[in-house]
């Protein structure tokens, strides 16, 4: 249905004299529930191969934006939005409440206007509406800090050590810090990785277009180090990952190399109950499956609290900053790093060698303009 509506001209007969016009211009009575579905059904048709995680983020920016302020203003479908509605909608931004009692920040107000911008186009494009609406609205420009913030090296390293090497889950753990701390791998990419991805002869891992934002296959290297005057994973990386790889495959035979590389290994109990019966508790766990980046969140939260750090700082994104960072200090060429981050702007990977720029502070601590002067000292 979705594809008819997007790329047909079907038409119908209306009135004695046979007239026919366009279906999309019949489809301007459907109520918000229904346009949103089939836009996020055309959407999918016309952008082959994108997330299911973005159309379902696309989806819930509509229901709970726009479609509530059509509600509380009486617009019932969508084809009778004027320009003054969603005039209206800008300013209706600010009065909303999030679940947890607080306003919109500025970032969430721009996904929601930016979100119902790119729907309202579309339905102009279909004819659903007689015209572009959001071209007599601005974008909305978010004034970002684009500092990086990573995760400080102490917490990181208490992040490690509060880890038990001795259990199962423990070794998968670890193995999923080190990729986004030392690879600088998002969190999605980290669950998508198969088992095929990984190459322990080569030192690197391929994150494949259908899951990298970019829509473009990267290779990734491990950590490195020289040894002998060559190139080298650094050796206790590379035991921890053929740690992990043996604990998957004695824990689940079942695997294939095109399954994922990190799954659910269970508890204690768990594992205990599953090798004497061979069954799980119906319904909460089994083995093998590929975990989820909500899991990888719980785990590096309760692990944070474990070892004494503000989970706030024990994130994946903060982990991925702080490669980016440490890589940039280190002096890895910005080219480089762009393509190891997966960015498709230099204007993103650009920001870390601005706040890691040593050379450019040494200079100024050189310089020393203030040496001349006598300056005033506070009590």
Avoid at 146 to 165: H, K, M, Y
Avoid at 279 to 287: D, F, L, N, Q, V
Wanted: hydrophobic share 40%.
């Amino acid at each position: 249905m979705a594809v008819e509506f997007r790329r047909q001209k079907a038409t119908r007969g209306i009135g004695e004299a046979g007239a026919t016009r366009p279906r999309a211009e019949l489809r301007g009575d459907l109520d918000w529930e229904a346009s949103i579905n089939l836009f996020t059904e055309c959407w999918a048709a016309d952008h082959p191969g994108i997330r299911p995680g973005t159309l379902g983020h696309y989806r819930d920016q509509l229901r709970s934006r726009l479609a509530v302020f059509a509600e509380q203003r009486g617009v019932g479908t969508v084809g009778t939005l004027s320009r003054y509605d969603f005039r209206a909608f800008v300013s209706w931004l600010d009065t909303v409440v999030t679940y947890a009692g607080k306003p919109l920040t500025p970032r969430g107000k721009q996904m929601a206007l930016e979100t119902a911008r790119r729907f309202l186009v579309w339905l102009r494009q279909e004819r659903v509406l007689p015209e572009d609406i959001t071209a007599h609205v601005g974008k909305y420009r978010l004034d970002r800090d684009p500092e990086p913030r990573p995760i400080p090296t102490e917490d990181l390293q208490g992040l490690l050590a509060s880890v038990d090497l001795n259990t199962p889950a423990g070794v998968r753990n670890t193995a999923m810090i080190q990729v986004m701390a030392f690879c600088g791998l998002r969190v999605a990419e980290l669950v998508g990785l198969n088992a095929d991805d990984l190459s322990l002869e080569e030192g690197r891992l391929r994150v494949r277009a259908e899951t990298s934002k970019g829509r473009r296959t990267r290779f990734v290297d491990r950590p490195l180090t020289i040894v002998d005057g060559r190139e080298a994973v650094r050796p206790e990386v590379a035991g921890l990952m053929a740690s992990w790889l043996a604990v998957r495959a004695e824990l689940c035979p079942q695997l294939t190399k095109d399954d994922g590389l990190f799954v659910t290994v269970g508890s204690d109990q768990q594992l205990t109950r599953f090798r004497e019966t061979g069954e799980a508790k119906p319904g909460t766990w089994s083995p093998g499956q590929r975990v989820t980046t909500d899991a990888v969140r719980t785990i590096l939260k309760r692990l944070a609290q474990k070892a004494g750090v503000d989970p706030k700082l024990a994130t994946p994104h903060r982990l991925r900053h702080y490669f980016g960072l440490s890589s940039a200090m280190a002096g890895v060429p910005t080219t480089a790093l762009m393509r190891a981050m997966g960015h498709r702007s230099p204007i993103m990977t650009a920001r870390y060698p601005e706040f890691a720029d040593s050379e450019r502070r040494w200079a100024f601590a050189r310089a020393d303009i203030t040496k001349c002067l006598s300056l005033p000292t506070a009590r």
